[in-house]
């Protein structure tokens, strides 16, 4: 879960690729992939919980990011499968929660105590 969140922030997409399941990756091509991570700026995973069995594993986790002036949470319980090995992720549950548009002089929703502009504007 953590490389791949590495991954996004990197943007590197073919990493990200290569760590969905066989039966995934036709779904989720390169080019999308780096469409999102390129657009988006992330700025925190955090891991609440996760579990692994001897094929399978899961992890709920929250990551923040940017997407132009909102701040994004993607909350998820992500599912993982060994396949040759190695450790791919296969789907998740996706927990609602609401974008906030943040505007220059506004905190920063990071928790930094900075205004937004001094903190994560671009």
């Known amino acids: 879960m953590?490389?791949?969140?590495v991954a996004y922030a990197l943007k590197n997409a073919?990493?990200?690729y290569q760590t969905y399941a066989q039966e995934k990756q036709t779904e989720n091509p390169v080019n999308?992939?780096?469409a999102f991570a390129n657009s988006c700026r992330f700025i925190k995973l955090s891991v609440i919980d996760a579990e692994q069995h001897e094929l399978t594993a899961d992890v709920e986790f929250c990551v923040?990011?940017?997407?132009?002036?909102l701040f994004c949470q993607l909350?998820?319980?992500s599912?993982?499968?060994k396949e040759n090995g190695l450790w791919r992720y296969l789907d998740g549950e996706?927990?609602?929660?609401a974008d906030i548009k943040v505007s220059r002089n506004d905190e920063c929703p990071c928790g930094s105590g900075k205004?937004?502009?001094?903190?994560h504007s671009v």
């Open 2 to 5: 953590r490389s791949r969140y």
């Open 14 to 16: 073919k990493y990200i």
């Open 32 to 34: 999308e992939i780096a």
């Open 64 to 69: 923040s990011y940017f997407y132009q002036n």
């Open 75 to 77: 909350h998820e319980k």
């Open 79 to 81: 599912n993982f499968i």
């Open 94 to 97: 996706i927990f609602p929660v």
């Open 115 to 119: 205004k937004y502009k001094k903190c």
